[in-house]
């Protein structure tokens, strides 16, 4: 799976042509309008596809809304389900397990589906989930690339589904508290936005033989809609973050939580116009093949979201944010008058540019996301979900855009900045940041390549570019049985 940027592109430029082929003869599939009624004084029916990470937090929070019952589980790792059988000490009905979730989309008595498997399904899931009747709440991102989040949310506005994605600091009352604030003219005009990820990512390691399969897995079933090859890595779990054909890497894993915040405060409501990545797999050499250290500039006419990943080591306590202390995984809007700074998924600070504290914000769990979309689903009402899917594609798809620049980038030395930098000084000292951090950590940029992105432009209205090379890398190639179902 080791790849280069040229026989990465070049292979999705060869590929593109079977893959227009395979949308126009794909059939589009059979819809079903059945949707079980549940009435006020009847729980909803819950099923859980994929448990062997972020799926465990999923099952936890169907087990802690009274109004929910979880009556069944599915991976196609049959481990999986002995991990899991100490979450239903309590529960009165243990859930079924089911190998192949196609088996619970045949289920006219669930309700809800809940998607915590690799990102590669995400949107494919969500979709067939919701063709056979089921509303969904899918993690984040909610799509593998650029098309498929407009996809997803077009198929649950013509079969009136609820779909969610999962980004829980939309539900937390210290956050959204937060947010209500900047929108209200707490700091002033807020143009620019920064959303930070500095998330220690150690080496997966570097090997030129196929992962060992878990016994019993089906990896065919595994590997869906993405090649059927198993990817040479130490293991198949939780590293597929860092391959382009299953994961997007930080950019696409942690930071879809913080451009999402990072957009929802700047009020954005459409993809921004330019899009530009800078960064590289720096500091080891391994089997991955996505972004360990990453710049992003996403800009609209009017505002700017920096986006921030650092995997290496942090050998200084980042203090970007002044009276705000050290910050990690967070996010920092910057006004006329001032600045907020939110270190968590549940609190905030606003701070004036003379230190003075203005307001400060907390409260909330992870278990509200979940009780605000079983919410919507009893009220039939999508403007009750706090990020509803179309929400939720936009942030997602801003992360592959940053990929898509990365992915078309060339190598540069570091110190060199793509033009978007501007003089924007915000913009200017992240740059200046980031690179002595790369420093810090003796990274040479002439055993692992720094690159500096193509910039993208994007059209707002149709997402899509000018750049034929990108608009290749906005979708995939499905394999056969596994096609994205268009509208």
Known sequence: ???????????????????????????????????????PNEKIHVAVIGFNGRGLSHIQGWLGNTGAELVALSDCDPGAEARAVKRFANVSRRPRFEKDFRTLLDDPSIDVVSIATPNHWHALMAIWAMQAGKDVYVEKPCSHNV???????????????????GAQSRSMPGMRQAIDFIHAGGIGKVQVAHALCYKRRKSIGLVDTPAPVPAGLDFDLWAGPAPAVVPHRT??????????????????????????????????????????????????????????????????????????????????????????????????????????????????????????????????????????????????????????????????AM?????????????????????????????????????????????????????????????????RSSDPEANVLFSREYRKGFELPRV
């Open 235 to 396: 293991r198949l779990h939780y590293d597929w973050h860092w391959n382009r054909l299953t994961g997007n890497g930080d950019l696409g894993n942690q930071n879809p939580h913080e451009i999402d915040k990072a957009r929802w405060g700047l009020g954005k409501q459409t993809l921004p116009a330019r899009v530009v990545s800078v960064g590289g797999r720096l500091g080891y050499r391994d089997s991955g093949d996505t972004a360990n250290s990453q710049v992003t500039l996403f800009k609209w006419d009017d505002a700017i979201v920096i986006s921030e990943v650092r995997g290496l080591e942090l050998k200084t306590a980042p203090t970007i944010a002044r009276q705000a202390g050290p910050v990690g995984v967070a996010n920092i809007w910057w006004g006329s008058e001032g600045y907020v700074v939110t270190p968590n998924y549940n609190s905030g600070v606003a701070f004036d540019y003379d230190g003075k504290q203005l307001a400060a914000w907390k409260g909330g769990s992870d278990q509200l996301h979940y009780d605000n979309f079983l919410d919507a689903v009893r009220r039939r009402d999508r403007a009750v979900l706090h990020l509803d899917i179309e929400e939720g594609h936009l942030s997602s």
């Open 399 to 463: 992360a592959h855009l940053g990929n898509v620049s990365w992915a078309l980038g060339e190598k540069a030395a570091l110190g060199e900045r793509p033009k978007l930098t501007g003089s924007d000084p915000h913009v200017t000292e992240t740059f200046a940041a980031f690179e002595s951090h790369l420093r810090d950590n003796a990274v040479d940029v002439t055993e692992t390549p720094f690159l500096i992105g193509r910039e993208i432009v994007v059209d707002p209205v149709t997402e």
């Open 1 to 39: 799976m080791l790849t280069t940027r040229r026989t990465f592109v070049e292979g999705a430029l060869g590929m593109a042509a079977a893959a227009m082929a395979s949308r126009q003869a794909a059939a589009e599939p059979a819809t079903s309008s059945v949707q079980r009624h549940v009435g």
């Open 147 to 165: 098309e498929e989040g407009r996809v997803t949310t077009q198929w649950a506005r013509k079969l009136g589904r609820m779909c969610q994605m």
